[in-house]
Structure formats: structure tokens, C-alpha cells
T-cell receptor, first 114, second 113 residues
Framework: DAMVIQNPRYQVTQFGKPVTLSCSQT?????MYWYQQKSSQAPKLLFH???????NEADTPDNFQSRRPNTSFCFLDIRSPGLGDAAMYLC?????????????FGPGTRLTVT | DAKTTQPNSMESNEEEPVHLPCNHS???????IHWYRQLPSQGPEYVIH???SNVNNRMASLAIAEDRKSSTLILHRATLRDAAVYYC??????????????FGQGTTLQVKP
């Protein structure tokens, strides 16, 4: 029944070593979002894809990139992780353009940077 | 994006109603009021949303002030499982809107047995 799947659930990477987080969805939603959530903070939107159109938030560091090869999959690439990038990364989807507009979130990937 | 203001934390007793307030004095006419909650170690989940009229669903009720500058999420009988961070978020629904959510700090609800 899983609708938004994130792999892996836990990821450990080394300082400066590129890492990719993946997200897939079975909802056929047209929009996919990536959020970063640091400890005891609210989720912060990094960017999203509306179909194939990429929309970056103004304050998202260049170190963060994303790819959406098809409707079902979306990837978050961190080119050179720093210690400050340790966080929970949440993927979400939504069908924008038709109601009721809620977002469905995955369980998140917790990234540790050593 | 219009901002919301919520109390940092609230406490409730199990099986009692809970009223979670949210102020959004700069809300625009096209903004819907959305509520999400985040249980410990999980991603956020949608609770309810509304525009002008009060709304009910299986999870909660949403009471919206007549001037729309504030709203209240109502959990009719709190259970231990309702302990979570509750986020009140304004979201446009226009054709150019991509549905993104801008989270504030939310209200941490503790439910005591």
C-alpha cells in the first residue's frame, strides 16, 4: 500500500562524497517535492518538479540537485555533502490542478555525514 | 507567502477535545488553510483544509473565523496517537500555484494519559 517510497531509510556518507537519495510514487501525481528537515525544525522546501519543470527555491544551495527521469521517480543529489547537510530528507507528491490538493509524504531518508 | 502564527506547544488529556489555534492575519482571498501533522519519526500527513466554511472529516474539524484571520483545528477526542507537531499552512489553489507548502514552526501537542 506504500504510496510514496523513499530509499534508503538511513544513509551514511562521508564529508564531500556525493550521495543520491531516491523517491518513487505509485499515485501518478504530477508534482514531486523535496524537503529538508533538520533536528527540531520544520520541513524546509528545497525544490519541486511540476511534471518535467524544475522549480528551485531561492535559498537552496547549489550543492543540491534533483532529477526526475519519469513521473514515478525523483532523485535528490548532494554533490559534496557537508556536516551541515545531515538531516531528514522528505519526498512528497501532489496532484496539482485538481482538488483536493493534499501532499502525500514519504517516510523520509535520514542522512548522516561523517 | 502569508505567514501563520501558532503556539509552540499545548497539552491535552486523553479523550478530551483539543483546540489548536492558528493566526493568519495577512491571508489573501485565494489562500486555503491547510493543516498537516507530523508524528514522531514519520513524514507529515495531511489532516484537513478549508477556505471559508467550517470543515469536518474523519480526523478532525476545522473552524474558520468569519474574517478568515484565524482558524482552529479541533480534535474531538484526543488519543495518545494524536501526539504530534501540528502545522497550519496557507496555500494558494490558483492555476499557477504548484502546491508547495511553506511550513512554520507548528504546535507540539502532548497528550497525557
Amino acid at each position: 500500500d506504500a504510496m510514496v517510497i523513499q530509499n534508503p531509510r538511513y544513509q551514511v556518507t562521508q564529508f564531500g562524497k556525493p550521495v543520491t537519495l531516491s523517491c518513487s510514487q505509485t499515485l501518478n501525481h504530477n508534482v514531486m517535492y523535496w524537503y529538508q528537515q533538520k533536528s527540531s525544525q520544520a520541513p524546509k522546501l528545497l525544490f519541486h518538479y511540476y511534471d518535467k519543470d524544475f522549480n528551485n527555491e531561492a535559498d537552496t544551495p547549489d550543492n543540491f540537485q534533483s532529477r526526475r527521469p519519469n513521473t514515478s521517480f525523483c532523485f535528490l543529489d548532494i554533490r559534496s555533502p557537508g556536516l551541515g547537510d545531515a538531516a531528514m530528507y522528505l519526498c512528497a507528491t501532489s496532484r496539482v490542478g485538481q482538488g483536493p490538493f493534499e501532499q502525500y509524504f514519504g517516510p523520509g531518508t535520514r542522512l548522516t555525514v561523517t | 507567502d502569508a505567514k501563520t502564527t501558532q503556539p509552540n506547544s499545548m497539552e491535552s488529556n486523553e479523550e478530551e477535545p483539543v483546540h489548536l489555534p492558528c493566526n493568519h492575519s495577512t491571508i489573501s482571498g485565494t489562500d486555503y488553510i491547510h493543516w498537516y501533522r507530523q508524528l514522531p519519526s514519520q513524514g507529515p500527513e495531511y489532516v484537513i483544509h478549508g477556505l471559508t466554511s467550517n470543515v469536518n472529516n474523519r480526523m478532525a474539524s476545522l473552524a474558520i473565523a468569519e474574517d478568515r484571520k484565524s482558524s482552529t483545528l479541533i480534535l474531538h477526542r484526543a488519543t495518545l496517537r494524536d501526539a504530534a507537531v501540528y502545522y497550519c499552512i496557507l496555500r494558494g489553489h490558483g492555476s499557477s500555484n504548484t502546491g508547495k507548502l511553506i511550513f512554520g514552526q507548528g504546535t507540539t501537542l502532548q497528550v497525557k494519559p
